[in-house]
């Protein structure tokens, strides 16, 4: 009888043209349980880190502190498409051999900060009801409003210039919910010149890299899971508890004790078992999620 898989994090670094949901079918079957979900999508096209929580972790994955997100990508100026991305029609084709690599520079460093961005009409925004992106593959136009997203940094690197076309590589550092390929479109509208997205790899989602990360043909070799404490004690702070509290703490009681932050903070025995999540409530500290089996 094989052994059941503990709770945990699998980090994988995702391979272009499988869907989030493909990753999920395929880990559920390593892993051999059902009990598997996703914190975030990436499109078929991405590459890079993708976190499934296993079993008891899925309902961790909601709580994770994952704000802050990390991607390596190829902006092509001169070419707008459907999609915002190498895999829609193009829509505009303008020369952008006579942009200077100081406009490109000054064109990203202005999307730097706190922006309102208009998300691509095919992302996973539900409009009524439906994805965008089935309504536009439907023959609709969608048009989305525009959110705030925070862009901690884009380092922009050396343009390669094809002819009328010149390929951009960029790292950014950004919130939850930044859409890179509007990035890639707002940059190329800046410019005048129109723009998409060619190569997208996430780097980093929170806490979690790319050394972390594992092949879907490497974990089939040797499946990998981070336990459900190392990834609490990776995303939030931490609070170790007495016996007495830890026994609270198993029936989701209130605590009577400081944790040293506002919280969500992940408390843990003195065994070092992590137990739940709790939140400070004045003196109290009070439950947020409880995680014991």
Not at 16 to 23: F, K, Y
Not at 110 to 120: C, F, H, K, M, R
């Amino acid at each position: 009888m094989s052994t059941p898989t503990p709770p945990g994090l699998v980090v994988v670094d995702k391979p272009a043209g499988m869907t989030s949901h493909d990753v999920v079918a395929r880990v559920r079957r390593l892993a051999g349980t059902r009990k598997v979900g996703h914190a975030g999508t990436l499109d078929p096209m991405a590459t890079g880190v993708l976190l499934l929580g296993v079993n008891r972790a899925t309902r961790l994955l909601g709580h994770l502190m994952l704000t802050e997100k990390a991607y390596d990508a190829v902006v092509r100026l001169g070419m707008a498409t459907t999609t915002d991305d190498a895999e829609g029609e193009p829509t505009s084709e303008v020369s952008a051999a006579g942009v200077t690599d100081d406009r490109i520079h000054e064109a990203f460093a202005a999307l730097v900060g706190d922006i309102e961005q208009v998300p691509s009409s095919v992302s996973a925004i539900k409009v009524d009801g439906q994805r965008a992106y089935a309504r536009v593959r439907a023959g609709e136009s969608v048009e989305l409003k525009a959110r705030p997203v925070t862009v901690h940094a884009i380092e922009v690197g050396e343009p390669v210039r094809h002819g009328d076309l010149v390929d951009v590589p960029v790292s950014v550092r950004c919130s939850s919910g930044t859409y890179i390929r509007a990035l890639a479109r707002d940059v190329g509208a800046a410019l005048g010149v129109g723009g998409h997205l060619t190569v997208l790899r996430r780097t980093a989602v929170g806490p979690f890299g790319l050394d972390d990360a594992h092949t879907l043909d490497e974990l089939a070799d040797d499946f990998r899971v981070v336990p459900i404490a190392d990834v609490a004690r990776r995303s939030f702070p931490s609070h170790t508890l007495g016996d007495e509290d830890a026994a609270s703490v198993r029936v989701g009681r209130k605590l009577a004790v400081d944790l040293g932050a506002t919280g969500p903070v992940a408390v843990f025995d003195p065994a070092g078992e992590f137990l739940a999540l709790y939140e400070q409530r004045g003196v109290t500290a009070a439950p947020v999620a409880v995680f014991t089996s």
